[in-house]
């Protein structure tokens, strides 16, 4: 699954998302699997979204690959085609592997220096990473 816009201004979903598509695949994560009804309903308890448009969006995540969708009978059944947290974590690779084409050595050197105020849990398993790195280069 290939996002193609990554939105560095945003916050969360909202970076690889437009604002109703975030809120959409936040609604299907938590909930597996959905109709376009029951997505509407559940947005228009923060505001009022038309059916259709709701519709439109589903789809297009079915076309961009996000999103699978089943029929039950005559009903349209949603769902993701990958969890949260592997989203998440395939766009990230993508990225990072991104920037180290295009940019090499300083995005490391940008990365490590962003890590001044992480967990020491974080810091000793990026060490094994790097450990394990060198072994498997020799």
């Given at each position: 699954m290939n996002i193609k816009n990554f939105k560095y201004d945003e916050v969360g979903l909202s970076r690889f998302f437009g604002p109703l598509e975030a809120k959409i695949m936040e609604l299907?994560?938590?909930?597996?699997?959905?109709?376009?009804?029951?997505?509407?309903?559940?947005?228009e308890q923060d505001k009022p979204v038309n059916f259709n448009t709701v519709m439109t969006v589903m789809n297009r995540l079915v076309e961009k690959g996000i999103l699978?969708?089943?029929?039950?009978?005559?009903?349209?059944?949603?769902?993701?085609?990958?969890?949260?947290?592997?989203?998440?974590?395939?766009?990230?690779?993508?990225?990072?592997e991104n920037?180290?084409?295009?940019?090499?050595?300083?995005?490391?050197?940008?990365?490590?220096?962003?890590?001044?105020?992480?967990?020491?849990?974080?810091?000793d398993e990026l060490e094994h990473k790097i450990q394990q790195l060198k072994q498997d280069k020799l």
């Open positions: 299907l994560w938590n909930a597996d699997e959905l109709s376009i009804k029951d997505v509407q309903q559940r947005l699978k969708k089943r029929l039950q009978g005559r009903l349209s059944l949603f769902q993701p085609v990958q969890s949260k947290d592997r989203f998440i974590e395939e766009q990230s690779k993508k990225i990072t920037l180290l084409d295009e940019f090499g050595g300083v995005v490391i050197t940008h990365m490590l220096d962003a890590l001044k105020d992480v967990d020491k849990n974080l810091l």
